[in-house]
């Protein structure tokens, strides 16, 4: 056996989501937002100027292929490491390696590293004097938001490009042309996939490509040819691939059903929304995706006027996580009664609303000088640091003006007369708010 047949036969055992990995953007599928024609990291990788970045986004919405686009694109060489089995030896040993491509034959180098947020603070600081000098570029692809898990100093030296969970169109298109393509898919098979087989299969692999890929190629390995030596995979074969079972309704109704269940937490009828949310589990809709609807709700709908909604159900979320089905209903069914039976107010999208608009319309950020960070504050503003009035010096409240002047009046939070919301304003009465 040749090299030739070598790279075939890896070719062909790979899984076919690594075989039909996009080499280059025109291959590529989602992610409009970053990737269009005028899109920055288009332009930069076109030009080979690209800079030290994170991709950041859920499992398969491409984070690692953009990668190694990038690879292909670029003369320069390109290591992939992954931060869980990657230590600070490995860091050094790349960085070394990159100092000396560059100094003897003035070549880039492009450390890949999967998993960046499980780099420690020393793994990250051996790496920051290359970022900075340019030893290396790093790109970082993670599925944990970088601003919240990764070191700062490592953050603030790269772009970070958020991408988002594919579309069902984008994960059909990327089938189809899986099921067509001879040379990396499926095209040697005498195969027909059925139009609501490659539905279910984008819909429940919930915007991972991988996921999808799997079952596919899945329901084709192991479904057995017919009397013509032709491979018909059907919305059963889809379902036993993927491991979840077909709406047994069409996307209209799933919609209406789904919209029934909101408005009857929101309307407080316990009876309905516990028929609607079996009707949508019982007709194969994912009870996570109740869990979650369920959660906003408690705030969105229940919000201040019973707070301890949103405790309830996000622990019936956590609690159908780690039970599953079928006990993971019981805690989802107590939940649903709860915010059901909760008092209602709204008045918390109203405050986030109201001040969202003022801060994109007005966008007043002349902070009262009491208010700011004395330890990069200005001469003249340390002066006023005496000016600002520690609450717990003063019981725990004291009235003091905390937006800047142009919105000093503006009331974003109004409590109602429901629920514990009487108790808020009974508390700033005794406070003797003004508002």
Known sequence: MDLFDLAQE?????????????RNLNEFLGQEHIVSETGLLR?????????????????????????????????????KLNAVNSGVADVKRVVEDAQREKKLYGKKTYLLLDECHRFNKTQSDSLLPSIENGDIIFIGSTTENPFASMTPAIVSRCRVFELKRLKESNII???????????RGLGNYDLTVDDDALEHIA?????????????????????????????????KDAEESIQKKALSFDENLYYDILSAFCKSLRGSDANAALYYMQRLIKGGCDPLLLARRLVVHSAEDVGMADPNALVVATNALLAYERLGLPEGLIPLSEAVIYVCEAEKSNTVVEAMYSAGADAERVKDDDIPAHLKNYEFASKEDKQKKSLYKYPHDYGGYVEQQYLPDGLKDKVYYNPKDNGYEKTVKEIRKKKGKKN
């Open 10 to 22: 890896k070719n062909t055992s790979a899984p076919l989501a690594e075989r039909m990995r996009a």
């Open 43 to 79: 332009r930069a990788i076109k030009l080979d100027r690209l800079g030290s970045c994170i991709f950041w986004g859920p499992p398969g919405c491409g984070k690692t292929t953009l990668a190694n686009v990038i690879a292909n694109g670029t003369d320069g060489n390109f290591v």
């Open 203 to 235: 819909r429940a692999s919930a915007g991972d490509l991988r996921v999808a890929y799997n079952a596919l190629e899945l329901a084709v390995l192991t479904t057995p040819p017919n009397a013509d030596g032709k491979i018909i995979v059907t919305i």
């Open 173 to 183: 298109s990327a089938l189809k042309k899986a099921i067509l393509d001879a040379e």
